[in-house]
Structures are given as structure tokens and as C-alpha cells.
T-cell receptor, first 114, second 115 residues
Framework: GESVGLHLPTLSVQEGDNSIINCAYS??????FIWYKQESGKGPQFIID?????DKRQGQRVTVLLNKTVKHLSLQIAATQPGDSAVYFC?????????????FGTGTQLKVEL | AAGVIQSPRHLIKEKRETATLKCYPI?????VYWYQQGPGQDPQFLIS???????DKGSIPDRFSAQQFSDYHSELNMSSLELGDSALYFC??????????????FGPGTRLLVL
């Protein structure tokens, strides 16, 4: 079946550095992508999303890049802070028969070192 | 801003018992989704509802059922509970027709432990 996956299960960065979390997806028909941050024991928190007609979108300290040619998605976090430590999930959605479900990839644990 | 509310937050049940999880979406949101997240796993889609009608179905066991009510809140009913049902259950909501109609906002989850 279709799947979304992440290359790195754990990413350690120094406080103040930039972080890049990568995600590969397999369904070229996916038309919507979203990044969530999940802290221990909490629900996924929306970070940023992007539709397939875009290749870049910026938010506050975060940027999502979409490369449809190689089916790759990345989340860039600028000036990483200790509060950014969490598991990050990418998810994809494709509308087939009106479906709205999100398919999540394996999370990446981001650890920010002081 | 108001968020998705889930109750209870924690639930302990015995095998073969039943459980009911409740979800109250963000005000004005008309679509709700249920996800199951096992330990160390990514969330898996179970089922979704739009305007009280089932809109999509994922890997939801036949022992589970769900519905959405006229006030848009939703309930996930789980019967004949098994040990493997122990997980975090998340509800998410979205607003169809809004600028961010595709964005699903998640609640804090219900942690279910089946003994």
C-alpha cells in the first residue's frame, strides 16, 4: 500500500542551530502534506502544511519544502530551541473517493542539546 | 483558542469489557476523525465523519463503532476489548469550506489501558 516514511528516526542538534527533518512519500497522487509536532503524552500539534501545487511554504521559524519530482518533503526549523524537542511526524493526504484520512509516516525524534 | 476536547483522558478496562470515548470538536468544525496510536507508533486512521455521516473508514476493527451527533461531537464505542487495544486514541477535527479546510487539529487523546 501507499506509505510515508522518514529517513532518520533520531536527530540531535545544538541549541541555536537549524534542524532539517526529512520525509519520503510514495504516492505521487498525494495532494496535501502536513507536519505535526508531538510531545510526550500529548496530541499531535499542527506546525505547517503545504499543498501539492506549491514547493515551499514558510511559517514562524519553520519552512516546509516539497519536491514532487523525488517525492520528498522536509521541515526546516530555524534557530532550534529546547522547546522544539519532540517527535515530528509528516503526513500525507490524497483525495480518493472523497477520503480525508491522513497517512502518517514514522516519527523523527528531535533532541535539542544545550 | 478552543481546542478539541476528549474524555476521558485516561481509561482502564478489563478484557472483554466495553469502552466509550468522547470527542468534542473545535467550535464550528463539522468533521471529526479518530486515530489510534500504539506505543512508539505513528497514528493510524480509524474512521471519520462529516455532518453526522461516515465519510471515510480505515483500519477500524468490527468491534468498534462510532457516530457523530447533531452537535458534531463524536463517540467511539469499543466492545470486547482486547489487550492489543491498549493505545492512545486521538480525535481530530476540521472545518469544511474554510481556508484551512484540510487541516486536522488534534485533541490531547485518551489513553486506554486494557488489562
Amino acid at each position: 500500500g501507499e506509505s510515508v516514511g522518514l529517513h532518520l528516526p533520531t536527530l540531535s542538534v545544538q541549541e541555536g542551530d537549524n534542524s532539517i527533518i526529512n520525509c519520503a512519500y510514495s504516492n505521487s497522487a498525494s495532494d496535501y502534506f502536513i507536519w505535526y509536532k508531538q510531545e510526550s503524552g500529548k496530541g499531535p500539534q499542527f506546525i505547517i502544511d503545504i499543498r501539492s501545487n506549491m514547493d515551499k511554504r514558510q511559517g514562524q521559524r519553520v519552512t516546509v519544502l516539497l519536491n514532487k519530482t523525488v517525492k520528498h518533503l522536509s521541515l526546516q526549523i530555524a534557530a532550534t530551541q529546547p522547546g522544539d524537542s519532540a517527535v515530528y511526524f509528516c503526513a500525507e493526504k490524497y483525495t480518493t473517493g472523497g477520503g480525508n484520512k491522513l497517512t502518517f509516516g514514522t516519527g523523527t525524534q528531535l533532541k535539542v542539546e544545550l | 483558542a478552543a481546542g478539541v476536547i476528549q474524555s476521558p483522558r485516561h481509561l482502564i478496562k478489563e478484557k472483554r469489557e466495553t469502552a466509550t470515548l468522547k470527542c468534542y470538536p473545535i467550535p464550528r468544525h463539522d468533521t471529526v476523525y479518530w486515530y489510534q496510536q500504539g506505543p512508539g507508533q505513528d497514528p493510524q486512521f480509524l474512521i471519520s465523519f462529516y455532518e453526522k455521516m461516515q465519510s471515510d473508514k480505515g483500519s477500524i476493527p468490527d468491534r468498534f463503532s462510532a457516530q457523530q451527533f447533531s452537535d458534531y461531537h463524536s463517540e467511539l464505542n469499543m466492545s470486547s476489548l482486547e489487550l492489543g487495544d491498549s493505545a492512545l486514541y486521538f480525535c481530530a477535527s476540521s472545518l469544511s469550506g474554510g481556508a484551512d479546510y484540510e487541516t486536522q487539529y488534534f485533541g490531547p487523546g485518551t489513553r486506554l489501558l486494557v488489562l
